[in-house]
């Protein structure tokens, strides 16, 4: 029994590229893709970093903190604005140390 040198139906010769041919545009396919997935990536990292209605600082805020920190209570006035803005321990406790 022989077997044929050519494993594509005779209709269809014409429908599928070669691999030389089809190689690069997929290729630059998959990098397009691959691009856009990172960019998409970063961009959701970058939105979770500083969320956009976290409420600002208020006068009302920086006048309790600073009766707290003229009671003592530094760590209180630290728990506080974190609790009120979101802030990291740090950035609140350098907040704090400012008033």
Known sequence: MEVPNNPRPRGQAHRMLP???AAPSLVALTAVV???AIWLII???R???SPRNR???SVD???QVRELKALGQIQEAVFFVRG???MSQRAAA???NRL
């Open 19 to 21: 691999l030389d041919i």
């Open 61 to 63: 805020l920086v006048d």
């Open 34 to 36: 691959t691009a856009g």
């Open 55 to 57: 409420p600002g600082i």
């Open 43 to 45: 961009l959701a990292v």
């Open 94 to 96: 350098r907040f704090v």
């Open 47 to 49: 939105l979770t970093k």
């Open 84 to 86: 009120e803005t979101g």
